[in-house]
């Protein structure tokens, strides 16, 4: 298994306040990758930085084989093609509808018929459990399940090996995040996918990870498999992880 | 006849497509189009060949899957990976016939529609005319009520710091006017007639006309785009939930504010345009001010001064009312704002305009 991302010793500081001093991590192919910490200790920062949305001030990352740090403006735009991201609150354009926020991509980086567009698009609804009757809604209309699910079908679009994540759980019910759990697991074994995800969802956590990091303090306090964590000596993770002992 | 990614080869009436290289949507394209001139529908039997291939995207499998339905073809494959993906697709590809169908709809149809839904908008525009009304009647009922702060804030936001702006711009068309008409009158020797021209124009029509331009571009739509924003990020259904009613808060001390200054500022656009006419008949005809203003006592009665003033609360609550009203209409999406914000400036003007028109009959009729 190769390695697809190698984060090592990223600084990165917000005006006097230190952010992350030193960071090291690597994300191995085909695995189900977790940052974990509590909040504010820029895990979603250090997933903006991998994904070129926020520079570092030191350190450097390797993405898919290439350094993010010194890229070239062709090579970046190479690289955003090969990886997907789901942001936070969707990030579904308002005023496209699902299936044209899907269609987006397609349209813009390669040359297909109209047909062949449109049935890329509905093995994308289908493949995340849209219906083919929710293409033509617009964002508005949608619950906050089923954003989540069209935007994880628009970071599909173009086969990428890569998926970032950014709290898929956080705002939805239960059951549609024990769903989405499930959806996260199937996509990996149907498209032998790659995932880094920023979570604070414990069933999320035990569902899903195969690996994570733990942010704590500007350091990561621990990575490695989910057996493991819970005899690490840390004050977060002693209580976060706390029930589940 | 070869394709960097498909070679053709026929044996016996079987036709063996033999994929090479990385079969991704951006290749899709040109093999589907070479595919298609080939004419492959005679072949008894099509074996699909992806032994050579470096990698098989979803998009590509869809195709192939495709093709396989079509001639139903054999594949010819020995990667796992490349299998998996085909049949994943092949397992998702079944839902897919069934169509989804944009309705459209035919002229009478749109035509009713929009009908319907203009009908509806102005229903609920005048629900909120209405709501407005009762909820002023409440405020009233209660000295407590009033919002003193808000309305003062308002005051300062939305007239007083729009003062140099109405100022500037009825300066420069007071000028305008008075430089055009000048010429005109030179001709005809009728100078003095440029004090009768400027004082019924502008204080019977220019000066509310140009306060509502500027206070419509400026305030009407600033109450847009915040109660908008407002709306998007739940702010008013917070503020409801507290039980702060949001027109008592947010719409009436707006109302109010817009109301109380707006005669203010055009009073003000008439003494600016006024100068700006003194000015214009000094340099251009030789009126001197002091004769300007005699003159003008002479033949402007002050009714006329009057019925510019007069008009200020109305162009007040259209303004102010049409900009609350689309700010509150905005829906959860970033183009609701934009298509609102223009709207309501729009439509405002428009409203401005016709009520002039209403006040122009009904002062005609009455014989102000």
């Given amino acids: ?245 | 006849m070869n394709n960097k990614f498909l070679k053709l080869d026929y044996d016996k009436g079987v036709l063996t497509l033999v994929f090479s290289g990385e079969l991704t949507l951006y290749v899709l394209q040109e093999v589907q189009g070479y595919l298609f001139q080939q004419n492959i529908s005679q072949s008894k039997k099509v074996i699909i060949d992806l032994q050579n291939i470096t990698y098989l995207d979803t998009a590509f499998a869809l195709f192939l899957s495709d093709i396989t339905k079509r001639y139903h073809s054999q594949v010819l494959c020995s990667n796992t990976n490349y299998l998996h993906t085909l049949k994943l697709v092949a397992v998702h590809h079944e839902g897919l016939n069934k169509k989804y169908n944009t309705h459209k709809r035919n002229f009478f149809e749109s035509v009713g529609k929009s009908f319907c839904k203009n009908y509806l908008a102005f229903l609920s525009f005048m629900t909120f005319v209405g709501k407005i009304f009762s909820s002023f009647l409440l405020y009233l009922k209660n000295s407590k009520n009033i919002r003193y702060k808000e309305i003062a804030f308002e005051i300062n936001e939305s007239a007083i710091r729009a003062l140099p702006i109405v100022a500037l711009t009825s300066f420069l068309i007071g000028l305008v006017v008075a430089y055009q008409s000048a010429y005109q009158l030179r001709l005809y020797g009728a100078n003095i007639f440029i004090v009768d021209m400027l004082g019924l124009s502008i204080f019977r029509e220019l000066a509310p006309l140009i306060t509502a331009i500027v206070i419509a571009g400026r305030s009407g739509s600033a109450y847009t785009a915040q109660i908008g924003a407002m709306k998007i990020t739940q702010e008013i259904d917070a503020m409801q939930t507290m039980g702060f009613d949001p027109y008592r808060f947010l719409v009436l001390p707006r109302i109010i504010a817009l109301i109380i200054t707006f005669p203010i500022l055009i009073f003000v656009a008439d003494m600016m345009a006024m100068l700006g006419g003194i000015i214009v008949a000094k340099v251009s005809l030789d009126i001197t001010p002091s004769l300007f203003i005699d003159r003008l006592n002479d033949v402007i009665a002050i009714k006329h001064f009057y019925v510019g003033i007069v008009k200020g609360p109305f162009f007040a609550f259209l303004i102010a009312s049409i900009g609350i009203y689309r700010g509150f209409i905005v829906k959860d999406d970033t183009q609701s704002i934009g298509f609102n914000t223009t709207k309501s400036v729009v439509e405002s003007l428009f409203a401005v305009i016709v009520c002039d028109a209403i006040f122009s009959i009904a002062f005609t009729n009455l014989g102000i």
């Fill in chain 1, 1 to 245: 298994m190769s390695v697809l991302i190698e984060v090592k010793n990223i600084k990165t500081a917000f005006g006097d306040t230190l952010v992350h001093d030193g960071l090291n991590l690597h994300v191995k192919e085909g695995e189900i990758y977790g940052l974990l910490g509590p909040s504010g200790c820029g895990k979603t920062t250090l997933l903006r930085e991998m994904v070129m949305l926020q520079e570092f001030d030191s350190g450097s990352i390797k993405i898919l084989g290439q350094q993010i740090e010194h890229i070239s403006e062709v090579k970046a735009q190479e690289l955003r093609r090969k990886w997907g991201v789901l942001f936070q609150f969707g990030a579904l354009f308002s005023s496209l509808t699902i299936a044209e926020n899907i269609a987006l991509v397609l349209n813009e980086y390669a040359t297909l018929s109209k047909k062949m567009i449109e049935e890329i698009v509905a093995f994308k609804l289908d493949l995340v459990g849209l219906k083919q009757s929710d293409a033509f809604l617009y964002p508005s209309e949608i619950s906050g399940g089923m954003r989540k699910k069209a935007s994880i079908a628009r970071a599909l679009a173009m086969d990428p090996k890569l998926l970032f994540l950014d709290e898929p759980t956080s705002g939805l019910d239960p059951i549609s995040a024990r769903e989405f759990d499930e959806l996260i697991l199937q996509l990996r074994s149907m498209l032998g996918l790659t995932m880094v995800i920023v979570t604070h969802d414990l069933d999320s956590i035990y569902n899903t990870l195969d690996r994570m990091a733990v942010l704590d303090n500007k350091k990561i306090a621990y990575e490695g498999s989910l057996e493991e964590v819970t005899s690490i000596k840390n004050d977060f993770i002693e209580n976060f992880f706390r029930e589940r002992k």
